[in-house]
């Protein structure tokens, strides 16, 4: 036996449609004469929430080097696998030089990004990093993988507490000297 649902008749209101009708007037109305809340992007361009995970770059450190040392663990948490490194090794005698590794080339395909963050916890350097950019355009899938070179002029140089690699340089050549 099926179970009837048994429904109210409508009203006589209901059934003319007429007070929905003004129901709906009297929003669009409201809407009318609310103040305009459009942008005129890009001139004016939302204020960006604490916390906002956008576009990740490469950052080097105070002294003008990469802090990345290609260790490749961004590569390797990376869910949609956007991040591709070619690590290269670094001469001891270049100015650079402060680790034994650096990438040789170092590639982010932003459209496979999904602005996860993952990369950015686990770099054990604090090489890149999220920044609050949020536009990133293109007219082919190639101006949309970001290399190195690209990372870095977009992450530029991030301001470093504890200049770890400095003190281990120091360390280094303390020790050497006895």
């Known amino acids: 036996m099926p179970y009837v649902v048994e429904r109210k008749p409508l009203t006589l209101s209901e059934r003319l449609y007429f007070p929905q009708i003004l129901a709906g007037m009297r929003v669009t109305l409201k809407h009318l004469i609310a103040p305009n809340v459009t942008m005129e992007y890009p001139e004016q361009r939302p204020a960006i929430p604490p916390g906002y995970r ?25 869910p949609p696998k956007a991040i591709r490194i070619t690590p290269g090794e670094i001469p001891h005698n270049a100015p650079t030089a402060h680790v034994e590794k650096a ?52 992450g530029g140089t991030l301001p470093d507490s504890h200049h770890k690699w400095d003190k281990k340089k120091a360390a280094e050549a303390h020790g050497n000297a006895h």
Not at 65 to 73: D, F, M, P, T, Y
Request: charged share 20%; net charge negative.
């Open 54 to 78: 956008g576009v990740p770059t490469l950052v080097m450190d105070p002294n003008g080097r990469e802090k990345c040392v290609s260790c490749q663990l961004c590569e390797f948490v990376c």
């Open 103 to 154: 990438p040789q080339a170092f590639d982010i395909d932003m459209l496979r990004c999904i602005y996860c963050g993952l990369c950015q916890e686990v770099c054990p350097e604090e090489a890149i990093f999220l920044q609050n950019q949020y536009s990133m355009t293109g007219y082919t899938r190639e101006e949309m993988v970001n290399n190195k070179a690209r990372l870095y002029e977009l």
